[in-house]
């Protein structure tokens, strides 16, 4: 199966299925010397770990990361990094029922398609756990760009959106909610509607928005390697992201040049950011910002039609654990993608000195 690396200088390969005995990656092109903080990588895969709240999936995972070269006493030694995370929690009975079915709108047709041979338990490579081995990469990612500030936050859930620009939001919000909304009246009823899909046995799709700051001028590629580009690629790669949009996006196509246009202040900064910090896919020092859109969850814990191998149309009910909305645990994920973009394209500039 090819597909598994992204990235070029800073480069990620993962490996491992939902219900397999362990997920894990190699971590290529990470700069020597660096004392990595393993309470942040840590924290980071807390963040995305299922179980830890009443609105994502119920499956128990303490995701603890273990490092198995690379590393010597702290210190990254520049050689691949390579790590493991257990699954420990598998409940793969919960899957049998789809053994000869394919869910609407998820990767088990196409996978048994291409392949002729799928893993049906949780999805196998197709589940979203495979992000886990990303937000590990991520997290070292961090720590090579640690001067420019990464955040993500849920934005809209459904119909229910923030009704606030990012510079009226308190980021140290994100995270006082189990929604990682920063505006707390948005996040109640967040909550509250995800609960109540939730009840119905139905999932909710939602947007995520993500803001980079104190970027340096000068990441990013011309022409194919675009700044805006890669973060593209690198959110179109989550499991279930139906969109992005960076800076003024879809509604840019609305405007007038002499609306759109950010006119400069004699410092080189610019009075109005409609460039979302990227021109000519470079990074202008600007803050960086960009939505994500990810689709409802496919798996309905009450009954819809489905296909079988033998091409009949059945009546199904979904089993299993599954999260009734992902943004809030996406948010992780988003970030990590990004600080994996901004290290590559950090460490691509310094081949120029």
């Known amino acids: 199966m090819a597909g598994n690396s992204f990235g070029n200088l800073f480069k990620i390969t993962t490996f491992g299925e939902s219900h397999g005995e362990a997920l894990g990656g190699i971590i290529e092109g990470c700069p020597p010397g660096i004392k990595l903080d393993y309470m942040a990588i840590q924290a980071e895969m807390q963040r995305r770990k299922p179980g830890q709240s009443s609105i994502v999936t119920q499956r128990k995972e303490e995701d603890e990361v273990q490092f198995l070269s690379g590393i010597f006493e702290g210190t990254t030694t520049g050689t691949p990094i390579g790590f493991i995370i257990p699954n420990t929690n598998q409940k793969s009975e919960d899957y049998s029922h789809i053994k000869d079915t394919y869910r609407p709108s998820h990767a088990d047709y196409v996978y048994e398609k291409k392949y002729g041979i799928r893993d049906y338990r949780g999805g196998g490579r197709s589940s979203a756990r ?15 760009v640690k001067d420019i500030k990464i955040n993500a936050f849920v934005s809209s859930v459904g119909n229910i959106f923030i009704d606030k620009p990012y510079q009226d939001l308190d980021f140290s919000k994100i995270e006082s909610n189990v929604v990682r909304c920063p505006d707390a009246s948005s996040a109640e009823k967040m909550e509250n509607y995800i609960k109540e899909i939730k009840k119905q046995g139905d999932t909710i799709g939602g947007t995520i928005t993500c803001v980079i700051q104190n970027v340096p001028i000068g990441l990013g590629e011309p022409v194919f390697d675009k700044l ?12 279930a992201v139906k969109g992005f949009e960076f800076g003024s996006g879809f509604c ?3 405007m ?7 006119l400069y202040n004699e410092d080189g900064t610019t009075k109005s950011n409609l460039s979302g910090g990227i021109q000519g896919g470079i990074s202008n020092g600007m803050d960086i910002y960009f939505r994500v859109a990810f689709k409802p969850v496919a798996t309905l814990i009450q009954k ?26 996406a948010v992780p994920i988003v970030e990590a993608m990004t600080a994996i973009v901004l290290a590559d394209f950090y460490l691509i500039n310094k081949t120029y000195k």
Do not use: F, Y
């Open 228 to 239: 805006h580009a890669e973060l593209g690629k690198a959110m179109l790669s989550i499991n």
């Open 304 to 329: 819809q039609e489905v296909l079988t191998n033998k091409n009949e149309i059945i009546e199904q009910q979904g089993k299993g654990r599954h999260d009734p909305c992902v943004v809030p645990r």
């Open 130 to 144: 495979e992000t886990a081995s990303r937000v590990v990469a991520g997290a070292v990612a961090k720590q090579i």
């Open 256 to 262: 007038k040049g002499s609306e759109h246009n950010d």
């Open 252 to 254: 840019g196509a609305m």
